[in-house]
């Protein structure tokens, strides 16, 4: 089955800097890599996905990169604000023809200094 | 209408109770998950129901028992069950690949269970 591995465990940046978080999947069937943020108490929020016939999506100040060869994809958020400090999943999820749950990383939490 | 709805919120069980959770949709979305997630843990797939039959049970022991009664519910009874079944148990749904593009998968709000 599939296996996403997800660095960092936490992440610490200044208010108005960038964070990076990164994620490699093993299974090249994979065509779908969304990510999920997670506040405390509630459910993991969709907030970018890529599919795998597109190099890089960007939303605002959220952007996601994803590289088929390497098997790797990563989240920027640039101009980082307080209410981006939440726990990032990255996910991805398979072509099985019927309907493939995700497999989630193993999370990171983001902190954003002030 | 991207909202998923679950109930209860929240709910303290003994460990010889019966009760359920339930889930209902009307976005038309023909595949419907069951998610645990630990604290500070990622979501882990329970079942995956798929035109409204059962198509992935992730070795889930038999105290959780899924049921999908329509399209647009989905429901999960819980019986016997352990303390350290406590948990968040989220429900999702997306669209099937045959559903123009069903890859977005869209989380309920999630079910806090407790065990006594």
């Known amino acids: 089955g599939e296996n996403v591995e997800q660095h960092p465990s936490t992440l610490s940046v200044q208010e108005g800097d960038s964070a990076v978080i990164k994620c490699t999947y093993s299974?090249?069937?994979?065509?779908?890599f969304p990510w999920y943020k997670q506040e405390l108490g509630k459910r993991p929020q969709l907030i970018i996905d890529?599919?795998?016939?597109?190099g890089e999506k960007k939303d605002q100040r959220i952007a996601v990169t994803l590289n088929k060869t390497a098997k790797h994809f990563s989240l920027h958020i640039t101009e980082t604000q307080p209410e981006d400090s939440a726990v990032y999943f990255c996910?991805?999820?398979?072509?099985?023809?019927?309907?493939?749950?995700?497999?989630f990383g193993k999370g990171t939490h983001l902190i954003i200094q002030p | 209408d991207t909202e998923v709805t679950q109930t209860p919120k929240h709910l303290v069980m003994g460990m010889t109770n019966k009760k359920s959770l339930k889930c209902e949709q009307h976005?038309?979305?023909?595949?419907m998950y069951w998610y645990k997630q630990k604290a500070k843990k990622p979501p882990e797939l329970m079942f995956v129901?798929?035109?409204?039959?059962?198509?992935i049970n992730e070795s889930v022991p038999s105290r959780f028992s899924p049921e999908c009664p329509n399209s647009s519910l989905l429901n999960l009874h819980l019986h016997a069950l352990q303390p350290e079944d406590s948990a968040l148990y989220l429900c999702?749904?997306?669209?099937?690949?045959?559903?123009?593009?069903?890859?977005?998968?869209?989380f309920g709000e999630g079910s806090w269970l407790t065990v006594v």
């Open positions: 999702a749904s997306s669209l099937l690949p045959g559903q123009h593009s069903g890859n977005t998968i869209y």
């Open positions: 299974d090249s069937a994979s065509n779908y």
């Open positions: 890529i599919r795998s016939n597109v």
């Open positions: 996910a991805a999820r398979g072509t099985g023809g019927g309907a493939d749950g995700l497999t």
């Open positions: 976005m038309g979305h023909r595949a």
């Open positions: 129901y798929s035109y409204e039959k059962l198509s």
